[in-house]
């Protein structure tokens, strides 16, 4: 038992992180945007004095919205699997 939450919690870390990510940056962007500035994608910050374009945040972080993706599946996948075994191995 204690071993599939090990392996559970390893494979939720980067979708977690991901998730962590975006949120950080939505509010940062929400704050510069109340703020009066324009959000700079690239740097990462509010910027006064000049307009930057909008660039989406899976087109900036391809690889990790993607390895996010494919490790929250094998997650569900193993977890399935890991409960599915236990549900077995008990008697009716």
Do not use: W
Not at 13 to 23: E, G, K, M, N
């Amino acid at each position: 038992m204690k071993t599939h939450v090990l392996i559970l919690v390893a494979l939720l870390v980067v979708p977690l992180f991901c998730a962590t990510s975006y949120i950080r940056e939505f509010i940062a962007v929400d704050s510069a945007l109340d703020s009066g500035a324009s959000y700079d994608y690239v740097a990462g910050r509010a910027d006064y004095t000049t307009n930057h374009i909008f660039i989406p945040f899976s087109h900036r972080h391809r690889t990790l919205v993607v390895s996010s993706g494919v490790l929250l599946a094998a997650a569900v996948v193993y977890g399935s699997f890991a409960i599915s075994g236990m549900l077995r191995s008990r008697a009716i």
